[in-house]
């Protein structure tokens, strides 16, 4: 048997939203009497009707000695005095300042929401931002490929400069090799050449050409006085 | 009515009902109810910020294990306030004139931190009763002493805020008399008592919110020792 009669599981239980707080609380006159006693009262006895009523009361009381004037009623009066004094002179300031904390609760709440809905919006703008990017991809990869390319060329170059390089030098070598084999073949020959003349050359003949060119010498000579 | 001096004193009752357990309760029916939104009202937001500062303030100066005397010591806080400042009021009855009252609560509570300090760390309660650097002849006066006051505490607690609340309604009482039997044969000095009457209102409101805080001070004061 089910002892509870109420529909279970109809509605989806919440308690939010919360129909919103009234904003003032009600309308109060010296603050201690609802305005509503006053408009009931209105109809009949007009604007002095509840003051009247008040001030009738209040001398009823103390004519009849219902409430009796002793020392409660001095120290009454000056409590209540001071509990005006102060509600008047802080009232504002302390409505203010809950206010104040009320606010702050509310901002940090609010900054909090705010700043989630800004990551977000960031997070959107870049994601955008990188699908403009993903179109430009091609181009990248373009001249990194032209890049690459160059990079392969110069090497290539370089490579074949060394190699005409290594093989001249080579080349030369042989050259070098075949002049200086030449000219010392030629030095050779020349040297012999004149060793051999030298050594033909005898004694006689070393003399008969020393007395000729002292002739001719002496020829010379006489046509070079002459001259003179 | 004519009032004595001491009415004001006496365990209200109507027609023979006793009225202590309602005039005790009532302040509590003056705090606002928590209600299910997270922002309800000026009052609520004022009480909130205000059992946070009493509670952080309390709870400062004690470790962990004595954050379990928060809930305890905040909500005896609100209740000596309420009850000294509602006292204040003409006609009303304050409960913690009656010094029964005041060693219910000062009593267990100090019992209690005395017992948490002998049962977990028994040395350091029991070294508390001697101050550091005393000269060694003079430890057994000491200890006496420290005894004696430490056994005194509770009783001292209740009484002086027994004392304070009642010399002060009774000053009250006093000079507001005085100010009524003046004013029909000498007027000015009635008016002059009635300035003295003015300020030693304002110092009643302030011994009210006094004395309820040094009671919860001490009571903490108390806990740091022991726990």
Known sequence: ????????????????????????????????I?????QFLYPKTGVTGPYMLGTGLLLYLLSKEIYVINHETVAAACILTIIIYGIKKFGADVAAFADKLNEEKMATALAMKNESIQTLQRA?????????????????????????????????????????????????????????????????????????VVQSITPQQQKESIAKCILDLKALSKSAHAAV | MNLSFFDQFSSPSLLGIPLVLIATMFPALLLPSPSNRWIASRLSTLQLWFVNMVTKQLMLPLDKKGHKWALILTSLMIFLLLTNLLGLLPYTFTPTTQLSMNLALAFPLWFATLLVGLRNQPTISLGHLLPEGTPTPLIPALIMIETTSLLIRPLALGVRLTANLTAGHLLIQLISTATMALSSTMPAVSLLTLLVLFLLTILEVAVAMIQAYVFVLLLSLYLQENI
Request: hydrophobic residues 35%; neutral net charge.
């Open chain 1, 124 to 196: 959107i703008e870049e994601e955008k931002k990188e699908q403009w990017r993903l179109e430009g991809r091609s181009y990248l990869f373009e001249a990194k490929r032209n890049n690459i390319a160059m990079l392969l060329e110069a090497n290539y170059r370089e490579r074949l400069l060394t190699v005409y390089n290594e093989v001249k030098k080579r080349l030369d070598y042989q050259v070098a090799m075949q002049t200086l084999k030449r000219q010392k073949e030629q030095d050779y020959m020349i040297q012999w050449v004149e060793k051999n």
């Open chain 1, 1 to 32: 048997v089910l002892h509870t009669t109420r529909p279970l599981h109809t509605t989806q239980q919440s308690l939010a939203p919360v129909p919103p707080l009234p904003e003032k609380g009600g309308e109060v006159r010296h603050g201690l």
């Open chain 1, 34 to 38: 609802p305005e509503e006693f006053f």
